[in-house]
C-alpha cells in the first residue's frame, strides 16, 4: 500500500507523458499539414468542374477518394477542367494553392488541340508547368499550362493565390485543365483524403482551406455543357462555344438542344426533351442505358424548321439522368425565340 503512490504516480506520469506526446504529435501533425487554396481562377461547378481525381486504388484497377469513377489508373493528381476550348482561350488563371517558392519551371510547350501522340509530348508529359516548394516538406506541381503564360521563374517566391500563369492545353492532354499534384516528402499524396487508410472510401483528412471545401464538395455527375444550336452538334461545335453564340431565330433551320455531361456511370438512362411555348413535346431522345462509364458524353434532340418557321415564345428542354428510377441530374434550358 506504502507503495501505491509510486506505482500509481509512473503510471500517472506516464499518462500525462502519452497525452503530451499525443498533443504534441497531434499539433505537430496539424502543424505540418499543408493548407490548399483553389489552384485555379474559376469557380468549381459553375465555370470549371473536377474530371478526374487521384487514383487512390494501388491495383491496376482505379477509383477516386469516394471509391467513385472519376479517376483512372495511376493518376496522381486532380484535374480541374474548364468546359470548352473557348473558355481557355479567354483566360482562366493557374494560382499558386499555397505560399512557397518555385522550385522549377517549364514554359514553351505549343498548345496542342486534340489528342497529342504519346511520342510528340515523351519526357514533357507534364507540358508547361511550375513546382512550388513549402515548407514543412510539401510540394505542389501546376501542370498542362497555356504556352508563354508563366509569370513566375525558379527561385521566387509566391503567396497563396497568386497568379502563375493560365491553363492551357500543353503535354500530354486532351482537352484544357489543370493537373494539381501534392506531394508531401516526396510522395504523392490525393488533398481530398490526405492519410486514408486503403479503401475507406471518404477517409483521411482534407487538406483544402475549409473556404474551398463546399466547392470542392464531391460531384459525381456534371453538365460540362449545354445550350441550343441551329443544327446537330458536335465535339468540335461545342468546344468552340459555337452554341452560346449561335442566335436562332424563326427560320433557323432546325431546333436543337444539346448536352455534354461528365462522370456517366455504366446503367444511367440519359433522357432530354424540348417542349415548344404551347408546351407540347417537339423532340424528345431518351438514350438507352450506358454500356460503361463515360468520361464525356453527348446527347442531342431537335426537329426540322416546320414549314411556316418556329413559333414566337419560349422553348424549354430539360436533360435528365436516372438512376434505378431515381433522377441523380437534371438541367433545365430555355430559348426565347
Ligand atoms: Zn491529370
Redesign the pocket.
Known amino acids: 500500500m506504502i507503495f501505491r503512490p509510486f506505482t500509481i504516480c509512473p503510471g500517472f506520469v506516464r499518462a500525462v507523458l502519452a497525452l503530451a506526446a499525443a498533443i504534441g504529435f497531434a499539433c505537430s501533425a496539424r502543424a505540418e499539414n499543408i493548407e490548399l487554396g483553389l489552384p485555379v481562377g474559376c469557380e468549381i461547378g459553375q465555370t470549371c468542374y473536377i ?2 481525381y487521384v487514383d487512390d486504388d494501388p491495383s491496376q484497377s482505379s477509383r477516386d477518394y469516394k471509391c467513385g469513377t472519376l479517376t483512372y489508373d495511376r ?5 480541374f477542367r474548364v468546359p470548352s476550348l473557348a473558355a481557355q482561350r479567354s483566360g482562366v488563371d493557374v494560382l499558386a494553392s499555397a505560399s512557397g517558392r518555385v522550385l522549377r519551371a517549364r514554359d514553351g510547350v505549343p498548345d496542342a488541340v486534340g489528342k497529342p501522340a504519346r511520342e510528340a509530348v515523351r519526357d514533357v508529359e507534364c507540358g508547361n508547368g511550375i513546382v512550388i516548394e513549402h515548407p514543412g516538406g510539401w510540394e505542389t506541381q501546376y ?2 499550362m497555356a504556352n508563354g503564360s508563366l509569370a513566375v521563374k525558379p527561385g521566387d517566391d509566391v503567396a497563396r493565390g497568386q497568379r502563375l500563369g493560365r491553363i492551357g492545353l500543353s503535354g500530354l ?1 486532351e482537352y484544357p ?1 489543370l ?3 501534392v506531394r508531401y516528402r516526396g510522395a504523392m499524396v490525393d488533398p481530398f483524403a490526405y492519410g486514408a487508410a486503403p479503401g475507406s472510401c471518404g477517409g483521411g483528412e482534407s487538406l483544402w482551406q475549409p473556404a474551398f471545401r463546399a466547392q470542392l464538395a464531391y460531384q459525381d455527375r456534371a453538365v460540362l455543357n449545354a445550350g441550343f444550336m441551329s443544327g446537330p452538334p458536335t465535339m468540335e461545335l461545342i468546344e468552340e462555344a459555337r452554341a452560346d453564340e449561335q442566335s436562332l431565330s424563326a427560320n433557323s433551320p432546325a431546333l436543337v438542344a444539346f448536352v455534354r455531361a461528365i462522370g456517366l456511370k455504366a446503367g444511367d438512362v440519359q433522357g432530354l426533351v424540348i417542349k415548344d411555348p404551347q408546351g407540347q413535346v417537339l423532340a424528345e431522345n431518351r438514350a438507352a442505358p450506358l454500356q460503361s462509364n463515360k468520361a464525356q458524353y453527348m446527347l442531342f434532340a431537335g426537329k426540322k424548321r416546320p414549314p411556316n418557321g418556329w413559333d414566337h415564345g419560349t422553348y424549354k428542354a430539360t436533360y435528365t439522368v436516372e438512376r434505378d428510377g431515381k433522377v441523380v441530374l437534371e438541367k433545365r434550358l430555355e430559348l426565347a425565340l
Open positions: 474530371q478526374n493518376h496522381n493528381g486532380t484535374d501542370c498542362h492532354t485543365h493537373h494539381f499534384t
